[in-house]
Nanobody, 122 residues
């Protein structure tokens, strides 16, 4: 069992930066791939990025590539999402998730956090 708690969301102007954190409980954190997903109002949840258990493999959605960076610290049971050059369309609730494989599909992730709101203003 893994419990996930996101933090770091907030209100930021377009072009600004935010860093999200996702703290995990449980001893098996380092064995899980960790992903970030987001859901904007009226839209379906979408993949943002994922990182393998070792941190050696990452995938990004085209919409965030070059602006967002995922990283993890297995000693701290935490995964991060550094978001730079934020755009209005990045506004969403951001969720972290843990799963057995490094994949873009949300269906493969077993554990989910409660989400943190990111709002980008003009």
């Amino acid at each position: 069992q893994v419990q996930l708690v996101e933090s770091g969301g907030g209100l930021v102007q377009a072009g600004g930066s935010l860093r999200l954190s996702c703290a995990a409980s449980g001893r098996s954190f380092s064995t899980y791939a960790m992903g970030w997903f987001r859901q904007a109002p009226g839209k379906e949840r979408e993949f943002v990025t994922t990182v393998s258990w070792s941190g050696g493999t990452t995938y990004y959605a085209d919409s965030v590539k070059g602006r967002f960076t995922i990283s993890r610290d297995n000693a701290k049971n935490t995964v991060y999402l550094q978001m730079n050059s934020l755009k209005l369309e990045d506004t969403a609730v951001y969720y972290c998730a843990a799963g057995p494989i490094t994949i873009r599909s949300a269906n493969e992730y077993r554990y989910w956090g409660q989400g943190t709101q990111v709002t980008v203003s003009s």
